[in-house]
């Protein structure tokens, strides 16, 4: 597999502890109900963080984006920002975790006492499960970078399915992912309703054209913690940045295109439709990915 999420293996997640509603549970007996709500209808949102040194990178913007989905969605999540921290904290200190440990944080409404869509059949509370893993990023990745596929399936606007929700309903990102697999590329790339760059099917996408580093409007793409970041690095760093509309011409003509991502960070891009990105080279990926990663460990010293 090569992607933004390839991580190398360890066998130690063979024995993990998965928290499940305040209870862990070996991986093996790691179980919800088949009338969880999120299993049922995908309704739900989550998080991905990373403990570095033994704390959570911007975890506050992360559990910050997790409440204002949970609130936008009508779901009570039950617990306050802190007793998640303490969950997750929790989870890392029952796995013996310390560095390198990616964790998906997930809430869903809860289950239901028949099959439907209707919140009021929620029998109980919200469910919460964290599943931490000791997770590094293939770094033959980094290397080599990602091949990306423009996807037919465009991302919705936001009276259909608000994009900055990171919520459990990702069914049209499989499909795009599926047809970039298809074509022979490692993920895909997704257009906004107008035809303009959005974002991928996991990540968020910038170019770099004539030393600028340029990414989409945002309101077609998840609000992403990396991608806040960097671009708040970049212009400290006086690098011009934009937040933009712009094309697949503008992309297929680009010096350099990367994603970002709580898991992987900064991956560089190869190509895009079969079209080689740059010379190969990316000396401004590189520069924002050794900013971002004095970030994270000023966040975590």
Same mark, same amino acid.
């Given at each position: ?237 006086? +690098?011009? =940045?934009?937040?933009? !509309? ?9 010096? $350099? #295109?990367? %994603?970002?991502? /709580? ?13 080689? +990105?740059? =010379?190969?080279?990316? !000396? ?9 990663? $004095? #970030?994270? %460990?000023?966040? /975590?010293?």
């Amino acid at each position: 597999m090569r992607g933004t999420h390839a991580s190398l293996p360890d066998p130690r997640n063979d024995s993990i502890l998965i928290y499940i509603n305040s209870d862990f549970f070996p991986r093996h007996e790691a179980k919800v109900s088949v009338f969880d709500s999120g299993f049922l209808v995908g309704d739900g949102v989550w998080e991905g963080v990373r403990l570095h040194n033994g704390r959570f990178a911007f975890l506050d913007l992360h559990l910050t984006r997790l409440f204002e989905g949970a609130k936008a969605i009508g779901l009570d999540i039950g617990k306050t920002k802190a007793e998640l921290e303490a969950a997750l904290y929790e989870t890392a200190r029952r796995n013996n975790m310390h560095t390198d440990v990616h964790m998906r944080l997930m809430v869903t409404r809860g289950t239901k006492k028949t099959p439907s869509q209707d919140p009021r059949l929620v029998v109980g509370g919200s469910t919460v499960v964290i599943i931490a893993e000791h997770k590094r990023a293939d770094p033959e990745v980094t290397k080599a970078g990602v091949r990306l596929f423009t996807s037919t399936v465009r991302r919705p606007p936001p009276d259909t399915l608000d994009q900055k929700l990171n919520c459990h309903s990702k069914l049209h990102e499989v499909i795009a992912l599926v047809q970039a697999l298809y074509a022979g590329a490692d993920e895909a790339l997704m257009l906004d309703p107008e035809g303009f760059v959005a974002t991928c099917n996991a990540t968020n996408f910038f170019i770099v054209r004539r030393g600028e580093v340029w990414t989409s409007t945002g309101q077609y793409c998840l609000n992403g913690i990396t991608r806040r970041l960097v671009l708040e690095l970049a212009r400290a760093e006086g +690098i011009p =940045t934009f937040e933009k !509309p712009f094309s697949l011409t503008d992309v297929y003509s680009a010096e $350099e #295109a990367f %994603v970002t991502g /709580t898991f992987g960070s900064l991956t560089p891009v190869s190509a895009v439709d079969g079209r080689d +990105i740059g =010379t190969g080279t990316h !000396p401004v990926t590189e520069r924002l990915a050794a900013f971002y990663k $004095e #970030a994270v %460990v000023k966040a /975590t010293a």
